[in-house]
């Protein structure tokens, strides 16, 4: 699987965006970019994923670099119930375990 | 609520023993998965089940096995048990446990804390 590098945490105001970046320069063509995320004491939560076009659902948007070796997770506007831990994973077509990594622990203030 | 239950959501052994951690998947999910989450290892995969098989393997110790079972349930076996397997346990399920085209979302439950004295 490719390998990502993301910040260890970020920081923003409630009601801000929010650009979560990740990079994941050895992925592979057919890899699908996933985004989860962990709130605290809960299991991880699927937040979107994408291929090569830039994604929008009711949580977040991803927009892929068209070399698909980076994506940036934006929240549109955060909120306090968005601090979690984000995480980004290419995953390949010829499996589906995730592998979480560290993640980027992001923080909401009011 | 992601519709994953497992259960027991605590427990507390101690070393040398042997525990069994369940999970019922989501109603229509086929693909059951382990993972293991410490402070030192992060969310580690385990183990995937699609429909009573099993499909994909990742650091699972030998000391721990799983089965899927023909209602879909699954459940992680952990023998043996050593200070170094207390970690929360997630169990996920998808309906059809693919990558892709287009991949399935894993819904993850809320995890069995173990402790392992």
């Known amino acids: 699987d490719a390998k990502t590098t993301q910040p260890n945490s970020m920081e923003s105001n409630e009601e801000e965006p929010v650009h979560l970046p990740c990079n994941h320069s050895?992925?592979?063509?057919?890899?699908?970019i996933h985004w989860y995320r962990q709130l605290p004491s809960q299991g991880p939560e699927y937040v979107i994923h994408?291929?090569?076009s830039n994604v929008n659902n009711r949580m977040a948007s991803l927009a892929i670099a068209e070399d698909r070796k980076s994506s940036t997770l934006i929240l549109h506007r955060a909120t306090l119930r968005d601090a979690a831990v984000y995480y980004c994973?290419?995953?390949?077509?010829?499996?589906?375990?995730?592998?979480f990594g560290k993640g980027t622990s992001l923080l909401v203030t009011p | 609520d992601s519709g994953v239950t497992q259960t027991p959501k605590h427990l507390i052994t101690a070393t040398g023993q042997r525990v069994t951690l369940r999970c019922s998947p989501r109603s229509g999910d086929l693909s059951v998965y382990w993972y293991q989450q410490s402070l030192d290892q992060g969310l580690q995969f385990l183990i995937q089940y699609y429909n009573g098989e099993e499909r994909a393997k990742g650091n699972i110790l030998e000391r721990f096995s799983a089965q899927q079972f023909p209602d879909l349930h699954s459940e992680l076996n952990l023998s043996s048990l050593e200070l170094g397997d207390s970690a929360l346990y997630f169990c996920?399920?998808?309906?059809?446990?693919?990558?892709?085209?287009?991949?399935?979302?894993?819904?993850f439950g809320p995890g069995t804390r173990l402790t392992v004295l």
């Open positions: 996920a399920s998808s309906v059809q446990g693919r990558a892709g085209p287009p991949p399935d979302t894993q819904y």
């Open positions: 994973m290419p995953v390949a077509s010829s499996g589906y375990a995730l592998n």
């Open positions: 050895t992925i592979s063509g057919t890899d699908y």
């Open positions: 994408g291929l090569t």
